[in-house]
């Protein structure tokens, strides 16, 4: 079930969830490139540290650092150890001993020890860059913040950890801060929740099943790389038929061939797509590295559901 009735540029932040491989982050380029279009300033947010997206921008973007990508939209991807510095920063009176606990070794040894700070930390970070009124007095405000969200399992666990947090802490800054965050993502509001597949089976079937585990309900549904679709049911038969006859010649039954299999994908990816009725369905790009044109035509894809 999909929620039509707001747009996902409507909110202040927008998660991009689903599978490994099907260019979560070359959507979320998309989606944060239309944002910037419409005026918004916006912010897309890595977790990966690979840094994928200034990549699509032929930027680079150092660990934790905002960096502009183009007019309106910059670009950050988040280091879990500085976010818990600039945590420490903001609670503890003392900046060397925020700097003493939040240093690497420090944070190497915490971390290890507490199963979920890093996804706690790291939707903290998330929270501070969709606030009207930043941590850091000079830091500007982002009117949307689009999140590149970890593959599924992972991307579920990092919107679980305020909750989490909160609720084994029961008192103090975490508990107070995790409920904060977990009533931001409860908001339907201030967040959205979308997810991404390729119209193949294995995709899809982790789209569902992310679904349920989100209770039943996306604001948006978005199928990725859809091939071209060039034959009818009529064609497919007409080539079935053609392929048949033994008087057709050896190249003609060679390029029979290559339109069944090009009819057959086809016909297996609408089969895909009917799954997810209302969703947006974005075209397969032919490209060894994608290029701004090439996001812009994405971007022109997500207008329906942005």
């Known amino acids: 079930m999909l929620r039509p009735h707001r747009r996902l540029l409507d909110r202040r932040l927008v998660f991009l969830l689903g599978k490994g491989g099907v260019g979560r982050s070359t959507v979320a380029a998309a989606l944060g490139l239309l944002a910037a279009r419409r005026g918004l300033r916006a912010i897309v947010v890595e977790v990966s540290g690979r840094g994928d997206v ?21 670009s950050v991807d988040v280091d879990p150890r500085q976010a818990l510095e600039e945590y420490l920063h903001d609670q503890l009176p003392l900046r060397l001993i925020a700097e003493a606990i939040g240093s690497s070794a420090t944070f190497g040894y915490v971390a290890a020890a507490t199963p979920g700070l890093r996804e706690l930390l790291t939707i903290g970070k998330i929270w501070e860059l969709a606030q009207p009124q930043r941590r850091a007095p000079d830091a500007q405000p982002y009117d949307v913040v689009v999140v590149d969200a970890p593959a599924t399992g992972h991307g579920l666990a990092l919107l679980a950890a305020p909750r989490t947090f909160a609720a084994a802490a029961h008192v103090g800054p975490i508990a107070r801060q995790g409920r904060r965050i977990a009533a931001t993502l409860d908001d339907r509001v201030l967040t959205a929740l979308a997810a991404i597949a390729t119209p193949e089976q294995a995709a899809v079937d982790e789209l569902v099943h992310l679904r349920s585990e989100l209770g039943g309900v996306l604001d948006a549904a978005i199928v990725n790389a859809a091939g071209a679709d060039r034959y009818s049911t009529a064609d497919a038969q007409a080539l079935a038929t053609a392929a048949a006859d033994p008087a057709i010649g050896a190249p003609a039954r060679a390029a029979i061939a290559i339109a069944r299999r090009e009819a057959a994908r086809a016909h297996a990816e609408r089969a895909q797509i009917a799954r997810l009725p209302g969703a947006v369905v974005l075209p397969l790009i032919a490209a060894d590295a994608l290029g701004a044109t090439d996001l812009e035509r994405l971007a022109d894809g997500l207008e329906d559901a942005a």
């Open 54 to 74: 200034p990549r699509l921008f032929g930027a680079r973007c150092e660990l934790g650092e905002e960096t502009a990508l183009a007019a309106g939209l910059w």
